[in-house]
């Protein structure tokens, strides 16, 4: 199996700034999720289950970890965790951002744990089985700290597992495209 080449991998400025654009997106999505979660409540996410507006965020969330790591390293994540964390304190709930750094933390964790042994089976499967089981951890600590309850779980895991599914095709998109103008 041919694996993924990153943009501008040949190029160390390039790469750098393309692992920064990445990192500030994952960063980013950290205090949006809380954001939308304390603002905006839950929301529906098909089949009659509900989650945590930030949902979607927290699962695209899954995806730039992943891509950041690729790229920048395992550091460069952790610092995205620790300073995401730290925005989310100054803009969310203090149990909200408390919930998210440890969920993201421990899934972090976990999701190195999984990606790195899955990567050599090529950077999509990696992707795929790393967010499953971050996914898992992610929610589960979210939602025990944030609300003591594991009630919206389902909507949660559906939730994630859709945005995971919509990144992992816009970069098998992204791939293809790439391989049919180097060819």
């Known amino acids: 199996m041919r694996s993924f080449t990153w ?7 390039q790469r750098a700034a393309y692992g920064g654009l990445l990192a500030a997106s994952y960063l980013g999505t950290v205090p949006a999720a809380n954001l939308l ?26 995806v730039l970890r992943d891509l950041t790591r690729e790229v920048l390293g395992p ?4 610092a995205a965790i620790a300073v995401g964390g730290a925005v989310s304190w ?14 993201f933390l421990l899934s972090e964790l ?8 899955m990567r050599r089976r090529g950077q999509m499967v990696a992707v795929a089985v790393s ?9 589960v600590i ?22 995971t599914l919509a990144a992992l095709t816009a970069i098998a998109i992204v791939r293809r495209r790439r391989l049919a103008v180097t060819a």
């Open 7 to 13: 943009p501008f991998a040949g190029r160390r400025s």
């Open 37 to 62: 979660t304390a603002h905006v409540g839950t929301v529906p996410v098909g089949l009659g289950l509900m989650a945590p507006a930030g949902v979607y965020l927290g699962g695209l969330a899954l």
């Open 75 to 78: 550091r460069a994540v952790l």
């Open 90 to 103: 100054l803009l969310a709930e203090p149990r909200l951002a408390l919930a998210s750094v440890a969920a």
């Open 110 to 117: 976990l999701d190195a744990a999984v990606y790195e042994p």
């Open 131 to 139: 967010n499953t089981v971050g996914t898992i951890a992610d929610s």
């Open 142 to 163: 979210f939602l025990s700290l944030a609300f003591g309850s594991l009630a919206f779980l389902p909507g949660q895991l559906l939730g994630k597992t859709l945005m």
